[in-house]
């Protein structure tokens, strides 16, 4: 059974910093995809950034230049570097891998922007 469980979440002033982590209870390789997403209420869930097993990166356009998404495959975890948050990025955010056509899911860690 795949586990990932996220963390690193809180509470952090406009213009502030977070890093999320993402511990993945097995290995990731080259081909695995390991994706942020991110859930505000009353909206859909939305990809904000990924990372192959390969370590190639993407991110969606508008956080460009505030994220940074890395990870460490020897020790199963990726993180989510971001900065300059906005209100507008409070969401409940998400890691997920892919393997082989089937995703997991991590439970989530809550991340409240205050202006």
């Known amino acids: 059974q795949e586990q990932l469980v996220e963390s690193g979440g809180g509470l952090v002033q406009a213009g502030g910093s977070l890093r999320l982590s993402c511990a993945i209870s097995?290995?990731?390789?080259?081909?695995?995809?390991v994706g942020w997403y991110r859930q505000a209420p009353g909206k859909q869930r939305e990809l904000v950034a990924t990372?192959?097993?390969?370590?190639?990166?993407n991110y969606v356009d508008s956080m460009k230049g505030r994220l940074t998404i890395s990870g460490d495959n020897a020790a199963n975890t990726v993180w989510l570097q971001m900065d300059s948050l906005k209100p507008e990025d409070t969401a409940v955010y998400y890691c997920?891998?892919?393997?082989?056509?089937?995703?997991?899911w991590g439970q989530g860690t809550q991340v409240t922007v205050s202006s």
């Open positions: 990372i192959t097993g390969g370590g190639d990166t």
């Open positions: 997920s891998i892919n393997r082989f056509g089937f995703t997991y």
């Open positions: 097995r290995p990731i390789f080259g081909s695995n995809v």
